[in-house]
């Protein structure tokens, strides 16, 4: 669970995280910080931003710039980025992370439900790319995307399908301009994360009891869910150099789980050895 790059991997480099004040945007920009990188956060909630911005610059002794933005809003987006450029000379990297999501029944959903979470998922991510790609083609400078998105971009999942929605059009958006783009020498790249514990995450999608009820670890094959650094060690990897010809992947980081939960005999994993035994047995062996 410790960092996996050299130190200075991202000296040089400023990286934008958007929904960087809390949960995994956090941790992601927590260890760029450590790698040298300058740091602009931004999400709708200033006073959250403001106290990570604080915090981070306290453990890490790098520099942190907080711009509230809501990533709904074009024209916030171009300040963000113009507040990067004025406080740090340029910018270098996007972290596409912000999100919204909540359980539910699509027949209880109204249709503004729908838009809520495609327009922050989807919109949000489109429109910070778009800003931050016109800025690097205007000044003939090379970029890097990270889009974070999840597993259930490409099978769907019931009960969050506004976030499924949106997901997989960030991963057709990703693999669109990692084409497009390439030729401006900007890369676009994906993480697909399984569950890694979250405020944010766990409070919207194991509400009340259903944390008891259906532990994340039990459907992972590793038995256990994701850290923080793990996702970090990725996400600066792909947002550094060292990873100059990956262009338009998404790199799953789950411990296995969506593979295994859509293995067609991945079940067979609770039958006990004697059982195997006798199966054998049966066989004739
Ligand atoms: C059904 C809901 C709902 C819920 C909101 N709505 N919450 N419907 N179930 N739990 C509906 C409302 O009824 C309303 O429609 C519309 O959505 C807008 O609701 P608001 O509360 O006004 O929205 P807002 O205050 O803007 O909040 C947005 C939000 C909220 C998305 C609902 O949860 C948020 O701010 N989230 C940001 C952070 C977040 O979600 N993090 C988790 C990411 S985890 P009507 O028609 O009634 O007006 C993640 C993990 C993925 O993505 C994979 C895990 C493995
Ligand atoms: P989180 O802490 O709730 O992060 C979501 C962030 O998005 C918040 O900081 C939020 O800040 C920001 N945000 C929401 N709406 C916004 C808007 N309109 N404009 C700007 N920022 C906005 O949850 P998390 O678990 O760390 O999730 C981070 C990313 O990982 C998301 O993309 C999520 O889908 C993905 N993911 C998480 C998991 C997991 O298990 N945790 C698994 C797979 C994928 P404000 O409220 O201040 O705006």
């Known amino acids: 669970m410790e960092g996996m790059l050299k130190p ?10 958007t929904g960087g004040g809390t949960g995994l945007g956090r941790s992601m920009g927590k260890y760029f910080l450590e790698l040298g990188a300058n740091l602009v956060i931004s999400s709708r909630k200033k006073e959250v931003l403001d106290r990570t911005a604080e915090e981070l610059m306290k453990e890490t002794g790098g520099k942190v710039l907080a711009v509230p933005c809501d990533v709904r809003k074009y024209e916030e987006i171009e300040q963000v980025i113009a507040a990067a450029e004025s406080t740090f000379g340029g910018l270098h990297a996007v972290l596409n992370n912000a999100a919204g999501n909540f359980i539910s029944p699509t027949e209880r959903l109204s249709h503004r439900a729908f838009d809520i979470v495609v327009d922050i998922v989807l919109k949000g991510t489109y429109y910070t790319t778009l800003a931050a790609g016109k ?9 890097v995307f990270l889009n974070i998105v999840t597993t259930y971009a490409w099978t769907g999942s019931g009960y969050v399908v506004p976030s499924a929605c949106g997901k997989a059009g960030v991963l057709a958006l990703t693999r669109s301009l990692a084409v497009e783009w390439a030729k401006y020498k900007i890369r676009s790249n994906a993480i697909a994360p399984g569950p890694f514990p979250t405020e944010g995450a766990w409070s919207r999608l194991l509400p009340g009891d259903l944390v008891k009820k259906f532990d994340p670890a ?43 939960n859509g293995g067609e005999f991945s079940h067979l994993e609770m039958v006990p050895d004697q059982m195997w035994d006798m199966l054998e047995k049966m066989r004739g062996k």
């Open 8 to 17: 200075g991997a991202l000296q040089g480099k400023t990286i934008l995280v």
């Open 218 to 260: 039990q459907r992972i094959p590793l038995q256990r869910v994701g850290e923080h650094q793990e996702l970090a060690n990725l996400a600066a990897f792909l947002l550094s150099d060292y990873s100059g010809y990956i262009n338009g992947e998404v790199i799953t980081i789950d411990g296995g789980e969506w593979l295994r």
């Open 135 to 143: 800025h690097w083609i205007a000044r003939k400078q090379p970029g």
